[in-house]
Structure formats: structure tokens, C-alpha cells
């Protein structure tokens, strides 16, 4: 059975600064997916990693993954208090219709 | 021009009573979703079928029945519900099986 863990689980951070979530998975994966999640609300797609070494920008947010490793990154940089949700990577594994999701890093950013 | 929508939003019940839950995507993907997250944000998948045909059938008490009527629709119904089902349901959508999930805005529920 895949495991994914994220860490942190909660992250506090002050406005302009810089961080990185981790996100490490147990079973190959085909892809991996980023979503986002502000509370009370849905999921919203931010990214999809397809290969290794794959990395995407969308501005503040930057997602690498490391298939070798069973590593992915959500990189947020100078970050604003917009950014403030929880965060869930979800890879695909290998030869399977599932999606499991990760525990969640629950951002708060501060002003 | 809601792309996924789920009703109802939220659901009060009693213990012991049967509810269903409908969703509904307008996106023309042929692959959907049921999960659940729990009070802590964890999320876990139920159910999902491609254009009809049940593809996941996670290890959930055979309370829940998932239906499909058609690629556009799947159902959850929920009987004799427990306290423990009190959850936020997602239903989710993908043009196939490994692409990525759009998401309904979930359907509170909770069991007194």
C-alpha cells in the first residue's frame, strides 16, 4: 500500500519569507499531483509533475519531483498571506486508477 | 456553468437514517470519484468509476453504495448511518484515469 508523508504538517510563516514542503511517497508513481484546499473549500488542481526531474512554476509556487528519490517539493517563495491553505501532493502509482493523497501541510502565512 | 456540483451541500441527520448524495460534472470526462475527508483533512478515495464501470472499491463498510447512471453522474448512498460517517464528501471528476481531478465543493454531513 502507498504511503505518502508531508511534511511539515503545519507550517507558520512570516510574509516575504521563504519555504519548502516536502512531500516523500513508498511506491513508484507515475505522476504526482499538488492541490490546493482554502478551509471550507474544495480542492483546486495547482499542479502535475510527469517525469523526473520534472519542475513547474505558477508564481510564488514552484513543485519538483525526484522519482529516484520518491520526492516531490512545493517551494514558496517570498510568500504572502494569499498562500495561506493546506497543501496535499497526490501521486499516481504505478499501474493502479488510484490517487493517494498525502497528509496535508496546512500553511499559514502571516502579515 | 458549475463544473462539478454536488447536492446537497450539507446534510443533518439521526442516526440509523439512509441519505444519498448526488453529484454531477459538465466537463465530458468519463471518470469519477467519491472521497472522504475526515476531521483531521484526511483525505481518502471510495469509489470510482470509468465511463460506468467500477474501477475502485476501497475497503469501506458495504453501507455505502456508489451508482452511476451515466458517465455525467454518480451517486452515493449511505444506510443506517453511524456518527462515525460525519465527514466532508468530495465527489471528483478526470478524463481518465490518471489525469487530473476536478472537485465538487463537498457535501457536509453529519450524523447525530
Known amino acids: 500500500e502507498l504511503k505518502v508523508e508531508q511534511n511539515p504538517l503545519f507550517l507558520s510563516m512570516q510574509e516575504g519569507k521563504n519555504y519548502t514542503i516536502y512531500c516523500n511517497y513508498s511506491t513508484t508513481s507515475d505522476r504526482l499531483y499538488w492541490y490546493r484546499q482554502d478551509p471550507g473549500k474544495s480542492l483546486e488542481s495547482l499542479f502535475v509533475l510527469l517525469s523526473n526531474g520534472a519542475v513547474k512554476q505558477e508564481g510564488r509556487l514552484m513543485a519538483s519531483l525526484d522519482t529516484k528519490a520518491r520526492l516531490s517539493t512545493l517551494h514558496i517563495t517570498a510568500a504572502v498571506h494569499d498562500l495561506s491553505a493546506t497543501y496535499f501532493c497526490a501521486p499516481h502509482p504505478s499501474g493502479t486508477y488510484k490517487y493517494i493523497f498525502g497528509t496535508g501541510t496546512r500553511l499559514k502565512v502571516l502579515a | ?112
Open chain 2, 1 to 112: 456553468d458549475t463544473a462539478v456540483s454536488q447536492t446537497p451541500k450539507y446534510l443533518v441527520t439521526q442516526m440509523g437514517n439512509d441519505k444519498s448524495i448526488k453529484c454531477e460534472q459538465n466537463l465530458g470526462h468519463d471518470t469519477m470519484y467519491w472521497y472522504k475527508q475526515d476531521s483531521k483533512k484526511f483525505l481518502k478515495i471510495m469509489f470510482s468509476y470509468n465511463n460506468k464501470e467500477l474501477i475502485i472499491n476501497e475497503t469501506v463498510p458495504n453501507r455505502f453504495s456508489p451508482k452511476s447512471p451515466d458517465k455525467a453522474h454518480l451517486n452515493l448512498h449511505i444506510n443506517s448511518l453511524e456518527l462515525g460517517d460525519s465527514a466532508v464528501y468530495f465527489c471528483a471528476s478526470s478524463l481518465g484515469t490518471s489525469e487530473t481531478q476536478y472537485f465538487g465543493p463537498g457535501t457536509r454531513l453529519l450524523v447525530l
